[in-house]
Nanobody, 124 residues
Framework: QVQLVESGGGLVQAGGSLRLSCAAS????????MGWFRQAPGKEREFVAA????????SYADSVKGRFTIFRDNARNTVYLQMNSLKPDDTAVYYC?????????????????WGQGTQVTVSA
């Protein structure tokens, strides 16, 4: 069983930066790939980024590539999402999640555990 708790969301102006954190419980953190997803009002949950168990491999949605960076600290059981050059279209609730297979990283239904989400609002 893994419990995930996100933090770091907030209100920021366009062009600004935020760093989201996701703290995980349990001793098997490194056995999971970790992903960040987001969901805006009236829209489906969409993949943002993922990182492999030991951090050596990452993947990003085209919409955030070059602006967001995902990384993890397995000693702290924490995964991060550094978000730079934020745009109003990035406004959403951001969720972290854990998945056992790298092949499934872009499919929300394949994830085993989810956090409660943190709101990110980017003003124009």
């Amino acid at each position: 069983q893994v419990q995930l708790v996100e933090s770091g969301g907030g209100l920021v102006q366009a062009g600004g930066s935020l760093r989201l954190s996701c703290a995980a419980s349990g001793r098997t953190f490194s056995s999971y790939a970790m992903g960040w997803f987001r969901q805006a009002p009236g829209k489906e949950r969409e993949f943002v980024a993922a990182v492999s168990g030991y951090g050596g491999t990452t993947s990003y949605a085209d919409s955030v590539k070059g602006r967001f960076t995902i990384f993890r600290d397995n000693a702290r059981n924490t995964v991060y999402l550094q978000m730079n050059s934020l745009k109003p279209d990035d406004t959403a609730v951001y969720y972290c999640a854990a998945v056992g297979s790298w092949l499934a990283i872009r499919t929300p239904s394949k994830y085993d555990y989810w956090g409660q989400g943190t709101q990110v609002t980017v003003s124009a």
